[in-house]
């Protein structure tokens, strides 16, 4: 089992910046990727970015590329998403997940969600 913890949503006004962590606990060893998967009430889930164990792979959804910047502490099994230039557009809520797998573009190979942190974004 693998637990995530996500933290740092909130209210950012159009064109700041947030930063997101997200700390897994359990069995991490099993983990091969985590990522951002984002939820608009209404709306289907998307997977923003991922990377994988070593930090050498990394995805980003075209709409946040050159914005986003997703990184990990391999030692504290932590994720950060780094998120500038923000838009309304990026308002939903954050779920952090972890897969046994590769990086994957797709939001459903992910086994692990965290509760989710909410992001808003004000124009």
């Known amino acids: 089992q693998v637990q995530l913890v996500e933290s740092g949503g909130g209210l950012a006004q159009a064109g700041g910046s947030l930063r997101l962590s997200c700390a897994a606990s359990?069995?991490?060893?099993?983990?091969?990727?985590m990522g951002w998967i984002r939820q608009v009430p209404g709306k289907g889930r998307v997977l923003v970015s991922a990377?994988?164990?070593?930090?050498?792979?990394?995805y980003y959804v075209d709409s946040v590329k050159g914005r986003f910047t997703i990184s990990r502490d391999t030692v504290k099994s932590t994720v950060y998403l780094q998120m500038n230039s923000l838009m309304p557009e990026d308002t939903a809520v954050y779920y952090c997940?972890?897969?046994?797998?590769?990086?994957?573009?797709?939001?459903?190979?992910?086994?692990?969600w965290g509760q989710g942190t909410p992001v808003t974004v004000s124009s």
């Open positions: 990377i994988n164990r070593s930090g050498d792979i990394t």
């Open positions: 359990g069995s991490t060893s099993n983990i091969g990727a």
């Open positions: 997940a972890a897969s046994w797998g590769p990086v994957s573009a797709s939001a459903s190979d992910y086994d692990y």
